[in-house]
């Protein structure tokens, strides 16, 4: 059974860092891509990085977001520099739906497993 614990999401003034935890179980890092995701109340879900072969992140986080990987530790993390008031959201991680891809993307429809969500807020 795969599943997948989003944590670290709190509340930051703008300028404020945050990192991200996604502890993953019942699969591994080495098969299968990791994304984060991001929805705001009344927007549709917004996929800001990714890592699989490669990593990608959304215009809108590039430059102040960095994904990384803890392979021993099963878990993905996303540093979240310069937080902006744009940036609240639930953050959701997600394992991709196909294994072992060299590439991934930030679509939703391409990620199977998701975990429950953590709440990030900027506000001053």
């Known amino acids: 059974q795969v599943q997948l614990k989003e944590s670290g999401g709190g509340s930051v003034q703008p300028g404020g860092v945050l990192r991200l935890s996604c502890e993953i179980s019942?699969?591994?890092?080495?098969?299968?891509?990791i994304g984060w995701f991001r929805q705001a109340p009344g927007k549709e879900r917004e996929g800001i990085s990714c890592?699989?072969?490669?990593?990608g992140y959304a215009e809108s986080v590039k430059g102040r977001f960095t994904i990384s990987k803890d392979y021993a530790k099963n878990t993905v993390y996303l540093q979240m520099n310069s937080l902006k008031p744009e940036d609240p959201a639930v953050y959701y991680c997600a394992t991709e739906t196909i294994p072992g891809g060299a590439y991934c993307a930030l679509v939703s429809s391409e990620y199977k497993h998701w975990g429950q969500g953590t709440q990030v807020t900027v506000s001053s």
């Open positions: 890592t699989s072969g490669n990593t």
């Open positions: 019942g699969v591994t890092l080495d098969e299968y891509g």
